[in-house]
């Protein structure tokens, strides 16, 4: 897939997608839950910060579009880290090549922020050569109902390998009932038993890949591909032009997209207080 023209253009579709998704996640328990357990998020224009003290791992604690859609100045970004020093959380922010200032990850640097590993934004179209939806032999991939929503989060919970999941589900539920989501998960024939979990999250026009495990036992099976292509069928049904997702570099989930026609729209570059 050749590289878009307007680069700024597409980091606003793909990230807007990534700050709604994870908005849904972050809004749907009660505040005095959500308060009770440890995790928030905050806007300050269509910047999203998110935190979860229960799940101090990055992935849940992160600043998404920060310098995206409007130049990040000083206040914003000292608002920003004031208010993930008052929630006691090391928060990870994105700076994607298209975030203005250019000098961004200077000032981040100068707040005694440091540069760690950098996460990948891929992308695709919903041409007409989209992967066959094939489950592996003695699996098949369905969509999950509103009243499976449990058994989806559990698994996709057991699939990151948290031992906390009644906390981190209270997190993880909201993705399966909000309206703009599609969740799959994948069976295992024999035993019944939900194997894999992976959620579509739609943006007018753009579909975000998120929620993707599988359990250890039914790894290295072709699970992952198959959820991909099961969402990518769904995209394509639901209207999308664009499919979004987001890994680490050379991460085996940076393989797996590949393998569906997936291209690296961008590189963001990552700053986080030092432990």
């Not at 224009?45 to 229960?54: A, D, F, K, P, V």
């Not at 990870?92 to 440091?114: Q, S």
């Not at 250890?216 to 990518?232: N, T, Y």
């Amino acid at each position: 897939m050749s590289q878009p023209s307007d680069m700024s253009g597409l980091a606003r579709q793909l990230e807007a997608n990534e700050i709604a998704a994870w908005r849904a996640i972050y809004s749907g328990p009660p505040a005095a839950l959500a308060t009770q357990l440890g995790f928030g998020y905050a806007e300050q224009g269509h910047t999203l910060m998110i935190w979860n003290r229960s799940a101090r791992t990055q992935l849940f604690n992160r600043v998404i579009g920060l310098g995206v859609f409007e130049p990040a100045g000083t206040a914003l970004i000292d608002a920003l880290l004031a208010r993930a020093r008052a929630e006691h959380v090391r928060v990870l922010v994105h700076v994607a090549p298209a975030a203005a200032p250019a000098t961004l990850g200077a000032l981040l640097a100068e707040r005694g922020l440091v540069p760690v590993q950098p996460w990948l934004t891929h992308y695709r179209s919903l041409g007409p050569a989209l992967p066959a939806v094939q489950a592996p032999d003695g699996y098949r991939i369905e969509r999950t109902a509103l009243a499976d929503a449990p058994t989806w989060s559990t698994t996709l919970l057991a699939a990151w390998g948290f031992a906390s999941q009644a906390t981190i589900g209270v997190a993880t539920m909201p993705l399966v009932q909000d309206t703009r989501t599609i969740c799959f998960a994948a069976i295992h024939t024999a035993s019944g038993e939900v194997a894999g979990a992976a959620a579509l999250y739609i943006t007018g026009n753009v579909a975000g890949l998120y929620g993707d495990g599988v359990r250890p036992q039914h790894r290295k099976r072709g699970l992952q591909d198959a959820l991909i292509a099961a969402r990518l069928a769904e995209a394509r049904r639901q209207g999308c032009a664009l499919v979004c997702g987001q890994t680490l570099a050379d991460h085996p989930a940076q393989h797996n997209l590949a393998r569906a026609g997936f291209a690296v729209a961008y590189t963001r570059a990552n700053y986080i207080v030092p432990a």
